[in-house]
């Protein structure tokens, strides 16, 4: 990686170290929220991708920086208004990426792609888009299922079914390689549950 790459990390890190919402790291230190989920992305992609290039590293960095800035309270509490947050989020988030990679002094068609990616534009044709979709449901798999599993006891086990199969879906056979190859730390509580989403997604 370059010197801008480094440089734009500090910069990511730095706005994602503002985040107020502190969370247990691994070794049950108190960190900010964005700021470890942003690691915890760049550490999926160098597993995952290792020879990645820098708009693959600097899109999934970058997947929900300052976020907090932008609650999921702020819109109504149905599906409309989550797909209202969503989609407003993907647009902040690469603009807010964008700013940083120009400040950095990026080219532009380095920020254009990072910004399209982030954007989750042309998720079929756009080969970084899909990148930063497979890293963030194999971040999600390995970080994030057990707490929600544990967030929401009502879910029966034909809702998680669901839940998987979907997250399964969106992501490349590659990455569904990379899911099935030992290299990633399955929730050891739910694989009975993703064996069967798997089997039954076929």
Partial sequence: MTKLFDKAIELYDAANSKD???V?????????????YSHRMLDMINRYLPDADEVAKLSVAAQHIQ???????????NRKGYHQWRT???GYHAETATAILEEVGY???????????IGKKDLKNNKDTQILED???LTFIEHYMTAMYENFP?????KWIDIIIRTWKKMSA????????????LPADLVPVIQKALAKAG
């Fill in 135 to 137: 890293v963030a449901a």
């Fill in 67 to 77: 976020r907090w800035t932008s609650p999921r309270s702020d819109y109504p509490m």
């Fill in 24 to 36: 247990k790291d691994e070794n049950g230190n108190d960190v900010p929220k964005e700021l470890i």
């Fill in 174 to 185: 590659d990455a569904q390689a990379f899911a099935l190859s030992g290299d990633l730390k």
């Fill in 88 to 90: 407003r989020l993907y």
């Fill in 154 to 158: 009502q879910y029966d086990e034909e």
């Fill in 20 to 22: 107020p919402n502190m």
């Fill in 107 to 117: 080219d532009e068609d380095t920020i254009a792609r990072v910004k399209l990616a």
